[in-house]
């Protein structure tokens, strides 16, 4: 969602992000100015190391395009990391039920099923 917001930059989460390595977000920015300033602060910055900009300045349907695009391998991956204790490393099984339900839902709607 933009929120009002109409510039629209998509980014992949990168190898630092683990398990969510390959994932695509988009989010928008008021302009392209705003998205620069933020891009150039100390959380820009910081949240850069996490996540590259893949495209900037598209459309709602290109951000939905991409989001689409991800393998299913990585939400899958994405959804067992997220279900992983990370101080124990063990997969917490009541956990991996919600996060499978979610990850289902978000991969039949990113497939237009939904």
């Known amino acids: 969602m933009t929120n009002g917001n109409e510039y629209l930059v998509a ?21 392209k100015a705003e998205f620069d300033a933020w891009r150039g602060s100390p959380d820009g910055k910081e949240a850069l190391k996490m996540e590259e900009v893949l495209e900037e300045g598209i459309t709602k349907e290109r951000a939905l395009e991409l989001v689409r695009s991800v393998p299913i391998e990585c939400r899958i991956t994405a959804a067992m990391e997220e279900a992983t204790d990370p101080e124990t490393g063990k997969l917490n099984r009541e956990r ?13 709607h990113s497939l237009g099923l939904m």
């Open 96 to 108: 991996m039920h919600f996060v499978a339900q979610k990850t289902s839902w978000v991969i039949l």
């Open 11 to 31: 980014f992949k989460r990168t190898e630092a992000t683990g398990g969510y390595r390959g994932i695509i977000t988009w989010t928008g920015w008021p302009s």
